[in-house]
């Protein structure tokens, strides 16, 4: 083969100077040498294709621009480190019991809701009593450890109407208690208490759409909301009795800014911060009144193979289908598709190869000696020829082992710029080594016929191209268990089912254990390739010069409390 | 007798209310009778919208009759299937009152002209054209003129082509409605003249339809009045013009101008007469809903509506 | 009068029975349903709680079972709720229908009043340099796809010049009910609605100009002539009046294609109304938002047609509707 | 389908024998010299977009070059590339050529259902019109983008022939609608009663007699509706329903346009086919408004 | 011959453009209106009849159309007024009733408004004061219930009705020329006989000339003083009504009426005038127009460049040939093909 030349395969073809970032000198916090006045209001820009949906609580909020708007009033109990887990430096600290599987929290005692009213025990408790109610509307409790909690089946079930793993203790103190110790309560664990006061009057079916969600929200965060225009823009303006102390903004204005107009916002300083979109990096960088910080964020894309279906009666997966099942096909395609090109060239670095189904940014957990597939066409050929996928009638394309036409159906999300010629130059890769693959359907699939299909286990697809948002819990089970439906390669594995297992068993409290365990996972997963992770991300964020304290490291102890503005307007470009 | 009309009414739906229903009926044609005998000419006349045309496109079955026998022949045209219609649409033809509308633009003339035969005859192409050349000649249009089209003639010459085309297949009775009027008037004596000639040949027996009583006269053996969709009076030329018996009648023949400036006092006068008896005695030949009588012989060849 | 609109309403019915019987089934014909890929975002999601939500939803009910529930909901003014803003979609339209609403009138005043004096000035004066500057941008304002023309709008009256907002409806930091509330909505207004109707605005300016032409040369304006009436007065109270009618009779299809138009205007201009709802709600299979969306469309495109007609009677003395 | 498409054919036919209507319009076209240089500009693109679609390699063309991303215009890509490296100036002829079948197609496909529909209901009228005037009347109230991007959505194979399809499903009732008003008119006219009256039968009447007087109007009425159609696929294309990128369109290429940066930065991406709609779309326009004057001319002609 | 005439036409010719070339369609008219007469213009269509009354009128669209010659109004010459001053006149001193009287009115307004327009501009009157005179105008012009149709619209009237709206519209300002362009060509005989019978009336009360245009000769044989007979845009022949009907001297004027049927007297046949008018720009441009409808007639017969002259008092003919002219026998029998050019 190799005759026709296409980029893909001719990584040798002389590079025209290179447009990609360095991410490593990217950093997370902005640099602001000012002196931060005192007050200012910073404008937020929210980038969204479509208004925010404006169901402004966490139990209920489904999009992600909610939670944008969210993190100005309202937040969690506890603070997190770098890896993501609770720590004591929050509103509220906590305290395992020795099995592990009891956990006391208690509230401190400024905290307080911006109505002035204590933000109690009875509060969190509130929460969990309304996710797991039967009239419940929303989606969280879905969440394995909210099902966990020990009598919350029943509560669910409306046998009880308390739930008996949660104890109020006195007005500032709880207890919840899990059938199982699982270490991902220091990631998972639901800490956004109700105001009960004011949401009681509600009946639970009615919460979601009622004004005290939608219109008039309140939360114990730094702000507090003063106007919203619904799906539009909200007013925030300083909480002075923030639990932590007051706030340096006097205020925040978050407004929707479209993804085709968020550059000349920032530019005109409409907006002071705005998630930016990656595919503008190129043209917005070196814009002179803009930092760009950034951080790896908690997902990854990967190329999955459809191994079998869902057995949805036995709630198991099941892999029976042979197309896939010889692992040497499988790496040969892994290694035959040059990830570093895709990065380097479409996402201008923004974007890095995968090596592993963990993503660096859970650093204590993803395991860096794993390389992973690096770009190797004459590897895969050779693994192609081992496994006896060759190319008999010399058409250039591989038969399979009977010497049958071997075509791979690949299917791909539509969205987005990229998405057509990502898919196209994937097919390049495989077909430079031999691969004959062809979309489904002959083109990309929309968002909802692409779950569709993956989660229908639809014969049509053979291969997939996704991507996972991990969650800030890093244990794996939700998406590759044996009894997960999410498993979507529907790739089974007796080994993988133990570490699993093992990775959130009480043992796996001690870190050390689990980081072993999950690197025995990663290395597993890299061995077996279910799935190829492809591409790890790197999220920027666009923020005016005039900001100070502002950052996204994850184990950074600045908050929103203490970002400030050192002149009254923004800068403006040019 | 060829045709004979009797108690033809021919009433149009009014829409109207909630739902479209039928809410009257227009009677463009109320209980009209009359017989048309061979070889003679029945001159039908009247005010605009007194239903002449509708009676006329009833009896060729272009209009459905609402009620009343059309015998042609013998055989009621009314009750006839469209299938069974057909032999009989060789027999009666119609001449079109506009030689511009009734001609497709889009057709040579042998096209036009050869339509009925290709309807009832297999010929040859070349006998076709033959029979074709040989009745444009007879209306009096070089044999050559079969390749032009419609809009290359006169009005004069497009209304010979019609009446061509409704010679073609031998018909007993042709309906002429107002086949004059769009014409200019130095033109029309060409074509009354044409058609006078042919109705000599072949024999033919026209129902001449028109408002222009100078024309009625000039054409028509018998005639009738229609007034409102009914008949008033019925005659000959002769009793008609010399002896008109009902009052619209003589209305209407008081309102023909005069050709003779000389007389010009006299009709005046006249006019004013009859319009004075028309308002006295209204009353007299029209019942109270103003509905014409039924039409009463008052010698063997003139009947008059009176009561 | 009442009576002919009563029946028109009447006439609408089955309309509105077999569109929504059409859009229930292509509705639900369309892969996926709210729930689909939800997950990608929500990692921690359970299937079982997955289906129980479905089992709520009404999802795998038998489509007959889930119509009949939707039309008798329906008809008890219930759209019912939509699931990706987890509010009643009365609710969710009642938030977005003024600025949808605001939004075509503007466009619709607009295109008026720049097709008025336009298509009058090329329809009088034929053949003149303004007659052929204008027929010259009406085909290019026909050629011109709206999307592109309001990008090109945002970017140079947006951006380079500053003159407008860029997106939203209105200021956040401007009080309810003061001048200041409805000055900065017309602002954010102004934008999006011009570019609406330069574009609109070509189809009317055509159609007025050759209708001008078509009257102009009719027996009853020589009649006027032949009055003494100056030439003002002919075109005033003759030609326009007539020529006008039939872009009376237009009004009804304009609102249809404003409803097409505004999708994409307020996804350009963020501007949150209906069409973007229902680009939004499309993707996320938001049922009961869309198929609320497509009804009231039709309902609009027949109350449109409706009031053409009623416009039309009222304006030409020879529609008389009883 | 194939049935439908072939009906107007005796338009063609029909046409030709009379020297009053095809040549007529070409006369007229030929006169105004708008439309003839529209007519001349018009022809070339045709000519050197669907002589060089021949030479040109689909696949080659739609294959990425992660190398050549959004080049500008050089010897090697006379338009530049897009951002997926493929190059511009292939994509505008083959994506001019598809624009411009898409928009033929529907014409006729429109236009021939369109004339089934019309002639139909305009000359039995009764309630063969009255039910099809009110199946007109409901497609007229369909919300019609919103039911495209639903259908778009429901079709599993969508390409160029489905898209097709779908547009045609819904813009077919305009023509259906000014076909049955010019045919009832023509209807009214004294030559179809001859007809009738000389024993011809009503299909024959309207195939023969009533269609060739349609089809100056036809002829006009498709000429107009064809601009329109060529760049109806942009929009659909701008909010993601239009036709997948492997299919090389117009509306592809100008929807590129909505990322700002190629708005104002990459003008080799989108205007040159903003550029082709446009000048496509005014000498259509120009031989349309032409054509129309033409058929006038002829009306008044008798 | 002491009293300047009313209106004087002299050498008037209108042309119209053609693709690109100007034809004239009234081709050098000269024609005296007097005070108080009914002047009838007769001819086949297409002779210029409406041509001539419109540019007295000044409705030709000035870009298409060229007006040459002298139009003396009561000394004026009307073709060399501007529009506002021409505004002046038309509906003032020179009202026109056109042929069709749906399409002369404008459908949306209503029938008083539409008479009272023309008052607007030439009389300074009261709201009150026109409301009255427009009534009384209706009623002058015969119809009944004048208050109501005051406010009805012209669909809701017959055609008699309408054509006497169009009427009263000429006459509101009292003119003192009244064209009338086939005011009842569109009209049954009765309601013709009417509107007849309402214009002598109103000429008589009002003392205004008339150009009365028409082609029915029985309505010119009651109503015009003086017939002018037209040509291909030429006037063949004019002469006192008494003179056309009874002493036609032009062979035009002779064969036309020869060729119409008349409900007085019964003809067997009637006489046909071979061939047709050829339209404007195929029109012969010297010698006697006429010679080709009468080809009987030798070509010496008839004059190279034949000029209207006044073979007695007040009788004007146009060409010698009128003394060659006699009625062929053949044409009794059969027309042949001609003009199927
Ligand atoms: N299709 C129709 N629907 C309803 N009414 C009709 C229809 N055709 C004719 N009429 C009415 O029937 C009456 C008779 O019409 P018809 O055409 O027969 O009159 P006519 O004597 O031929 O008149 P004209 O001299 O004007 O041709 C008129 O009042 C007319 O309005
Ligand atoms: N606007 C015009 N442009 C070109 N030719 C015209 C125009 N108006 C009239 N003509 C031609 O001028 C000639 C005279 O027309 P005119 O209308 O004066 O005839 P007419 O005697 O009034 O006929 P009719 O009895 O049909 O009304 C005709 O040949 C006509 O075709
Ligand atoms: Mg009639
Ligand atoms: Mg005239």
Redesign the pocket.
């Given at each position: 083969t190799g005759k026709s030349e296409t980029t893909g395969g001719n990584s040798n073809k002389e590079k025209p100077a290179a447009q990609k970032e360095d991410i490593s000198k990217f950093p997370m916090t902005v640099k602001n040498d000012g002196k931060i006045i005192d007050g200012g209001v910073l404008k937020y820009g929210l980038v969204s294709d479509t208004p925010f949906e404006g169901t402004l609580n966490r139990a209920f909020y489904t999009g992600a621009p909610d939670a944008e708007v969210m993190q100005f009033f309202d937040e969690s109990l506890f603070r997190t480190n770098g890896d993501y887990e609770i720590t004591n430096d929050g509103a509220a600290t906590y305290e395992l019991s020795k099995d592990k599987k009891t956990m006391t929290i208690r509230i401190k005692d400024n905290v307080n809701w911006h109505d002035g009213q204590p933000v109690t025990a009875e509060d969190l408790e509130y929460a969990y009593l309304v996710i797991g109610h039967k009239d419940y509307t929303g989606v969280r409790y879905g969440d394995a450890l909210i099902q966990d909690i020990v009598g919350m089946d029943e509560y669910h079930s409306g046998k009880t109407d308390k739930i008996a793993g949660i104890k109020v203790i006195d007005k500032k103190t709880m207890t919840i208690t899990w059938k199982h110790a699982n270490p991902s309560v220091l990631t998972g664990i639901w800490a956004y208490p109700l105001p009960k006061h004011y949401l009681k009057d509600v009946p639970i079916k009615q919460l979601a759409q009622s004004d005290k969600i939608r219109k008039n929200p309140i939360g114990f965060g730094p702000f507090k909301v003063k106007k919203i225009v619904p799906g539009e823009s909200v007013e925030f303006v300083r909480n002075d009795d923030y639990w932590a102390g007051k706030p340096n903004l006097d205020g925040v204005i978050v407004k929707v800014v479209s993804p085709k107009v968020v550059l000349q916002a920032l530019k005109k300083g409409d907006i002071d911060v705005a998630d930016f979109p990656a595919d503008q990096y190129v043209n917005a960088k070196g814009t002179k009144n803009l930092q760009f910080i950034g951080r790896i964020d908690l997902a990854y894309n990967y190329i999955g193979f459809k191994l079998g279906h869902w057995d949805a009666k036995k709630q198991e997966n099941v892999m029976d289908n042979p197309k896939f099942q010889n692992k040497k096909l499988r790496q040969a395609m892994a290694y035959a598709i040059n990830n570093q090109e895709v990065a380097d060239r479409l996402y201008h670095g923004l974007r890095f190869p995968a090596t592993t189904l963990i993503p660096p940014s859970f650093p204590g957990y993803h395991d860096s000696s794993i390389k992973g597939y690096t770009y190797n066409p004459e590897k895969a050929k050779q693994l192609l020829d081992e496994a006896g996928y060759k190319d008999v009638d010399g058409d250039g394309l591989r038969e399979d082992p009977n010497g049958k036409k071997f075509t791979i159906n690949f299917l791909a999300m539509s969205g987005g710029d990229i998405a057509e010629p990502l898919a196209k130059f994937y097919m390049q890769c495989w077909k430079n080594v031999g691969l004959d693959v062809q979309l489904v359907d002959g083109r990309l699939a929309e968002f909802n016929s692409f779950y569709d299909m993956v989660e229908k286990d639809d014969p049509k697809v053979d291969v997939y191209a996704a991507a996972w948002a991990t969650g800030t819990d890093v244990d794996p089970y939700g998406l590759y268990g044996r009894n997960v439906m999410f498993n979507y390669s529907r790739w089974v594995n007796e080994k993988n089912d133990e570490l699993l297992e093992k990775g959130h068993s009480e043992q796996a409290f001690d870190k050390e254990y689990r980081r072993k365990i999950y690197s025995e996972w990663q290395k597993l997963m890299t061995e077996e390739v279910p799935v190829i992770p492809t591409l790890y991300r790197f999220g920027v964020v666009a923020v005016n010069n005039r900001v100070a304290n502002f950052t996204v490291d994850p184990s950074s102890k600045l908050t929103w409390k203490d970002v400030g503005v050192t002149s009254e307007q923004p800068e403006v470009a040019e | 007798m060829l045709l004979d009309v009797r108690h033809l009414k021919?009433h149009?739906?009014?829409r109207g209310g909630f739902f479209r229903r039928v809410v009257d009926h227009?009677?463009?044609?109320d209980d009209v009778s009359f017989s048309l005998n061979r070889g003679e000419t029945y001159g039908?006349v009247?005010?605009?919208?007194?239903?002449?045309?509708?009676?006329?496109?009833t009896i060729i079955g272009l209009?459905r009759a609402t009620a009343g026998e059309v015998l042609f022949e013998g055989t009621d045209l009314t009750k006839l299937s469209r299938r069974q219609f057909h032999p009989y649409r060789k027999d009666i033809q119609m001449i079109f009152?506009d030689p511009y509308s009734s001609l497709n633009p889009r057709k040579r003339v042998l096209d036009i002209i050869a339509e009925p035969l290709r309807n009832f005859e297999k010929l040859s192409p070349h006998e076709e054209r033959k029979k074709v050349q040989s009745i444009l000649e007879r209306v009096g249009l070089s044999a050559d003129s079969i390749y032009k089209y419609p809009h290359e003639f006169s009005g004069g010459q497009r209304q010979r082509i019609g009446i061509a085309r409704a010679l073609m297949l031998n018909p007993k009775l042709i309906i002429a409605?107002?086949p004059v009027s769009a014409l200019d008037v130095s033109v029309q004596a060409q074509v009354l003249n044409f058609m006078k000639d042919i109705q000599q040949d072949y024999g033919l027996t026209y129902l001449f339809?028109s408002?222009d009583l100078g024309i009625i006269r000039h054409m028509c053996d018998r005639i009738g009045i229609?007034y409102r969709?009914r008949l008033v009076e019925e005659g000959t030329s002769e009793d008609i013009f010399a002896n008109p018996q009902h009052i619209y009648t003589k209305r209407l023949l008081s309102a023909i101008p005069n050709a003779d400036p000389r007389e010009r006092g006299k009709q005046t006068a006249l006019r004013r007469e009859v319009e004075q008896e028309y308002a006295q005695a209204y009353s007299r030949y029209f019942d109270e809903t103003g509905r014409a009588y039924p039409l009463k012989p008052i010698s063997p060849t003139h009947s008059v509506a009176i009561p | 009068m009442l009576k002919f609109i009563l029946r028109r309403i009447l006439i609408m019915i089955p309309q509105l029975f077999l569109l929504s019987v059409l859009i229930f089934l292509l509705a639900k014909a369309m892969p996926g349903d709210a729930l689909t890929g939800q997950l990608a975002a929500n990692p921690k999601m359970d299937p079982q709680t997955l289906e129980e939500m479905r089992e709520k939803l009404g999802l795998n009910d038998p489509v007959h079972i889930q119509y009949i529930r939707w039309v008798k909901n329906m008809l008890q003014g219930d759209l019912g709720l939509s699931y990706t803003h987890q509010q009643p979609v009365t609710d969710l339209l009642a938030g977005r229908v003024g600025n949808t609403v605001l939004l075509s009138a503007a466009i619709l005043v607009l295109t008026y009043l720049i097709a008025i004096p336009l298509g009058i000035v090329s329809g009088r004066w034929t053949d003149t340099w303004a007659d052929k500057l204008i027929v010259g941008y009406s085909y290019i304002g026909y050629a011109t796809p709206l999307f592109i023309f309001a990008l090109i709008m945002l970017f140079v009256f947006g951006f380079h010049l500053g003159w407008f907002p860029t997106g939203g409806s209105v200021d956040i930091q401007v009080e309810e009910g003061t001048l200041a509330y409805y000055l900065s909505k017309l602002n954010h207004l102004m934008l999006p609605a011009l570019s609406g109707a330069l574009i609109n605005t070509v189809g009317i300016i055509q159609y007025l100009r050759s209708e001008i032409i078509d009257t102009k040369v009719k027996d009853f304006v020589k009649t006027a002539r032949a009055k003494g009436v100056p030439e003002r007065q002919i075109y005033w109270r003759h030609i326009l009046r007539n020529s006008f009618l039939p872009i009376a009779a237009f009004l009804g299809y304009e609102i249809t294609g404003l409803i097409g138009g505004s999708v994409f205007l307020e996804s350009i201009y963020s501007y949150p109304g209906l069409g973007q709802l229902f680009l939004q709600s499309i993707m996320q299979r938001d049922y009961s938002v869309v198929t609320a969306l497509v009804m009231i469309s039709g309902v609009a495109t027949l109350v449109g047609t409706l009031l053409s007609d009623i416009i039309l009677s009222a304006v030409d003395p020879r529609i008389r509707i009883e | 389908m194939k049935i439908e498409v072939n009906r107007p054919a005796p338009v063609e036919i029909a046409a030709e024998k009379s020297p009053s209507a095809l040549s007529i319009m070409w006369r007229e076209l030929v006169r105004d010299r708008l439309a003839l240089v529209s007519l001349i500009i018009l022809s070339v693109i045709l000519l050197i977009v669907y002589g060089a679609s021949i030479f040109l390699d689909q696949e080659e063309i739609v294959k990425v070059d992660f190398l050549a991303i959004y080049s500008p215009p050089s010897a090697e890509h006379w338009l530049g590339t897009d951002y997926g490296g493929r190059d511009v100036f292939g994509q505008l002829i083959i994506g001019a050529r598809n624009s411009f079948t898409i928009g033929l197609a529907i014409t006729l496909i429109t236009g021939a259902i369109g004339l089934v529909v019309g002639l139909v209901a305009g000359y039995f009228g009764g309630w063969i019109d009255n039910v099809i005037m009110r199946i007109i009347d409901f497609i007229l109230v369909l919300p019609f983008l919103m039911l495209v991007i639903v259908f778009v959505a429901i079709v599993p194979k969508y390409n160029v022939a489905t898209f097709i399809l779908i547009m045609s499903a819904f813009l077919w009732t305009g023509k259906a609608r000014l076909i049955r008003a010019k045919t009832l008119a023509e209807r009214e006219l004294d030559y179809v009663s001859a007809s009738k009256t000389l024993g011809t039968p009503d299909w024959k009447i309207i195939l023969f007699q009533i269609l060739p007087n349609l089809s100056s109007i036809i002829i006009v009425n498709l000429t107009l509706n064809l601009a329109g159609n060529i760049g109806i696929e942009s929009g659909l294309t701008y909010l993601g329903f239009g036709l997948p990128e492997s299919t090389p369109s117009l509306g592809t290429l100008v929807s590129y346009a909505t990322n700002p940066d190629v708005l104002q930065n990459k003008w080799w991406v989108w205007l040159p086919a903003s550029l082709l709609i446009l000048v496509m779309m005014l000498c259509i326009n120009f031989i349309g408004q032409a054509l129309k004057r033409a058929a006038d001319a002829r009306q008044r002609l008798g | 011959m002491s009293k300047q005439p009313l209106l004087e036409i002299e050498r008037l010719r209108v042309s119209f453009q053609i693709e690109g070339a100007y034809y004239a369609a009234v081709d050098d008219v000269s024609l005296v209106i007097e005070e108080n007469e009914v002047v009838a213009l007769v001819g086949e269509s297409g002779c210029g009849k409406s041509a001539l009354a419109l540019s007295i009128m000044g409705l030709h669209p000035p870009e298409k159309t060229k007006v040459e010659g002298r139009l003396l109004f009561k000394g004026t010459n009307l073709l060399s007024l501007s529009v506002s001053e021409l505004n002046r006149i038309r509906g003032k001193e020179i009202g026109m009733i056109f042929q069709d009287p749906l399409t002369a009115l404008n459908p949306l307004m209503t029938v008083g408004r539409q008479i009272e327009e023309s008052m607007n501009y030439h009389l300074r009157l009261p709201a009150e004061e026109k409301k009255k005179r427009t009534i009384r105008l209706l009623e002058r012009v015969g119809i009944p219930e004048p208050e109501k149709v005051y406010h009805r619209y012209p669909h809701e009237l017959s055609g008699g009705m309408r054509q006497r709206v169009v009427i009263a519209i000429a006459i509101a300002c009292e003119p003192s020329l009244l064209i009338a362009d086939e005011p009842t060509t569109a009209l049954?005989v009765t309601i013709q006989a009417q509107i007849m019978e309402l214009l002598k009336e109103l000429q008589r009360q009002m003392k205004t000339s008339i150009i009365l245009i028409t082609h029915d000769l029985g309505v010119v044989a009651e109503m015009a003083d003086r017939v002018a007979v037209m040509y291909a845009g030429e006037i063949v022949e004019l002469a006192d009504v008494d003179t056309i009907f009874h002493r036609p001297l032009h062979p035009y004027t002779r064969s036309l009426l020869q060729s119409i049927p008349s409900a007085q007297v019964k003809k067997d046949r009637l006489h046909v005038i071979q061939g047709i008018v050829p339209p404007l720009h195929k029109l012969p441009r010297r010698g006697c127009r006429f010679q080709p409808r009468i080809s009987w007639i030798g070509a010496e017969q008839h004059e190279l460049e034949p000029q209207l002259r006044e073979v007695e008092p007040g009788h004007w003919v146009r060409c010698t040939c009128y003394r060659h002219f006699h009625f062929p026998d053949d044409q009794m029998t059969r027309e042949v093909d001609y003009g199927a050019s």
């Open positions: - | 021919v149009y739906p009014v227009v009677k463009a044609v039908l009247g005010e605009s919208g007194c239903g002449k045309t509708t009676t006329g496109r209009i009152q409605d107002e339809i408002h229609m969709g | - | - | 049954d």
